[in-house]
């Protein structure tokens, strides 16, 4: 079965440091890779995807992420956390043989950055 | 603004009591979609359209219909609300083209849903 895991519920990072957020999938073949970012109330905004080509990816705000074939992984990145980056982050595939065009969602993992 | 719209965003009802939830976009998109939000799980697809007139089910589609009867426009209807069906409810649009997998959905701001 199709599915993605975040195996952290919770990430919490100071301030400056780098922070990373991840996620490992399961799907067949090759598929395309997102995150997105849920504030509180507000809905999910995109961040970035991994379509094909350069396995580093950078997106908004200043994150990007790493694709790893081998390791079926795709781990959000950023070298300097800001307070501001606290939020919910969803990592999602989908599979390109898949014509719902569906994307298939992590649980999400809530990052904390603390001043 | 390019946007995707829902209303109401919050709603609080009772069980059976039939209500819909509207979702609009204004970027002319043929691909819409709901899902819902529900704590550890993620985000499941309850239904999605690829054009005017075509819709099919998700993972989850007990207890919902949808209709798109105008290209913008995509509700979703609850007939007989029950309580396993509190959640956050979000509707997403895309443009599934010659590039069509790898194009981007854009969410709404989501519907809280609760059935008392």
């Known amino acids: 079965a199709q599915s993605v895991a975040q195996p952290e519920d919770q990430v919490n990072v100071a301030e400056g440091n780098p922070l990373t957020v991840k996620c490992t999938y399961s799907?067949?073949?090759?598929?395309?890779l997102f995150w997105y970012v849920q504030y509180p109330n507000r809905g999910l905004q995109f961040l970035l995807k991994?379509?094909?080509?350069?396995?580093l990816v950078k997106g908004s705000y200043g994150f990007e992420a790493e694709f790893n074939k081998s390791q079926t992984s795709f781990h959000l990145k950023k070298p300097s956390a800001l307070v501001s980056d606290s939020a919910l982050y969803f990592c999602?595939?989908?599979?390109?043989?898949?014509?719902?065009?569906?994307?298939?969602f992590g649980s999400g993992t809530r990052l904390l950055v603390r001043p | 603004e390019a946007q995707v719209t829902q209303n109401p965003r919050y709603l609080i009802t009772v069980t059976g009591k039939k209500l819909t939830v509207t979702c609009s976009q204004n970027?002319?998109?043929?691909?819409m979609s709901w899902y819902r939000q529900d704590p550890g799980l993620g985000l499941r697809q309850i239904y999605y359209?690829?054009?005017?007139?075509?819709?099919d089910k998700g993972d989850v589609p007990e207890g919902y219909k949808v209709s798109r009867k105008e290209k913008r426009n995509f509700p979703l209807i609850l007939e007989s609300p029950s309580p396993n069906q509190t959640s956050l409810y979000f509707c997403?649009?895309?443009?599934?083209?010659?590039?069509?997998?790898?194009?981007?959905?854009?969410f709404g701001p989501g519907t809280r849903l609760t059935v008392l």
């Open positions: 970027m002319n998109h043929e691909y």
């Open positions: 359209s690829m054009n005017v007139e075509v819709t």
């Open positions: 799907v067949s073949g090759n598929p395309y």
């Open positions: 999602a595939v989908r599979d390109r043989m898949d014509s719902s065009y569906k994307l298939i």
């Open positions: 997403a649009s895309s443009r599934p083209g010659l590039a069509a997998s790898t194009d981007t959905q854009y």
């Open positions: 991994y379509i094909t080509g350069d396995n």
